[in-house]
């Protein structure tokens, strides 16, 4: 394959590079701007996590289906649509992922009635936004897997974290799924100093939501957000109030929109949560087959969500600011989304299993608060 480099060392494939204003576009959204060492990494990593999981047969599988997404991804426009729905060619790394990682038997689905739910909402051209902790990277993978073990094809797609860093990595071993990328503050905030990076940012979050607007005007659709900050394998963390500006986004929409709460657990076993691992020849060193447990909550309305949360006391309101933040956000529009963020991380908290992963959320008055929140909505319901 011309331009592909086979023999150099996975370190030199993986050299940092810089990232100037100008460059954004490609080196952000692109699968990098440097396909000369792509194909040489992926056929270096792939050989080795195969020997590891002792199938080195399914070496030329493998990598046809790598290689085959990277060129696809290579040949797509690099201009920002704020919308990657995923071509035949790239749906097949989900599917190899699944198969070879995702150990389907021993993983468990909790609370399968009310998914069953969720379904029947978007049959009903609702929405549904599927809110769960974050623990690794391969959060989403397991409950991919069990939903298309019981459900098949669904109209889902996630919002992801855009992350300039881990362009490759995460294009690549994303490809397979309808996502709407944006830049988290915390992202952004890294560029504090150069205006032009900032306004492009806020430009391609700006089309992203526009393009997550157009898409939930259709109606049926099952979207993934995690609403907290960072990952965490110790414990639910703080909630990121900018989260709450896609439900307020799809809520706009022309149909209601439900949030379905739901956790995940033991993905660990799968790919540990560990910062700065994303590189693609980390990634490959590091995943392993293993399993994890999916639990969903009932679907509440986003309307009724919305309507009890105005109606907690100022007093509770201030206590849960300085339980969680520590401070009062002088900015109404912001104590509001954190409020809300807060509600929707308890909801998510109550179906964590062990205490101490609920992290902040393992509080009584959020306990107290949420339930009252749910008990309130089901008997208008």
């Known amino acids: 394959m011309k331009g592909v480099i086979l023999d150099r060392p996975i370190e030199q494939l993986n050299k940092p590079r810089g990232v100037e204003p100008a460059g954004l576009i490609s080196e952000f959204n692109a699968l990098g701007n440097h396909p000369e060492d792509i194909y040489g990494c992926v056929d270096q990593s792939i050989k080795s996590l195969l020997a590891r999981l002792g199938v080195p047969e399914k070496y030329a599988e493998v990598r046809c ?144 939501l526009k393009a997550l607007l157009t898409h939930s005007k259709e109606g049926g659709k099952m979207i993934f957000l995690y609403p907290e900050k960072d990952r965490n394998s110790n414990g639910m963390g703080v909630p990121e109030p900018a989260a709450m500006g896609i439900p307020e986004v799809v809520s706009r929409a022309r149909h209601d929109l439900y949030i379905l709460p739901t956790c995940i657990g033991g993905v660990n076993s799968i790919f540990p949560n560990s910062p700065g691992r994303n590189e693609l020849d980390d990634f490959f060193q590091i995943i392993s087959r293993g399993q994890g447990d999916f639990y969903c909550g009932e679907p509440i309305k986003y309307s009724d969500l919305i309507e009890q949360i105005g109606l907690i006391p100022e007093e509770d309101q201030t ?44 509080d009584a008055l959020i306990n107290s608060l949420v339930k009252g929140i749910v008990s309130k909505i089901r008997a208008k319901t």
Do not use: W
């Open 65 to 208: 289906i790598l290689f085959n997404a990277i060129k696809d991804l290579e040949k797509r426009p690099k201009e920002f649509s704020g919308h990657y729905i995923p071509s035949p060619e790239t749906r097949l790394v989900l599917k190899f992922l699944v198969d070879f990682f995702v150990n389907l038997e021993k993983c468990r689905f909790f609370g399968k009635e009310n998914f069953d739910q969720a379904i029947d909402l978007i049959k009903g051209k609702n929405n549904v936004l599927i809110v769960q902790n974050h623990t690794s990277p391969m959060d989403t993978l397991v409950p991919l897997a069990l939903l298309q073990e019981n459900y098949g094809d669904l109209p889902l797609s996630i919002i992801m974290s855009q992350v300039f860093e881990y362009a490759r990595v995460t294009n690549l071993i994303t490809s397979g799924v309808e996502k709407f990328p944006v830049f988290q503050p915390k992202h952004m905030a890294r560029f504090k100093d150069k205006p032009g990076v900032i306004n492009e940012m806020c430009r391609q979050n700006a089309m992203a």
């Open 319 to 362: 206590q849960l600011l300085r339980k969680v933040l520590g401070s009062i956000p002088e900015d109404p529009k912001l104590k509001a989304k954190v409020i809300i963020s807060i509600v929707i991380n308890g909801l998510i908290a109550q179906l964590v299993v062990e205490p101490k992963m609920r992290g902040i959320y393992d």
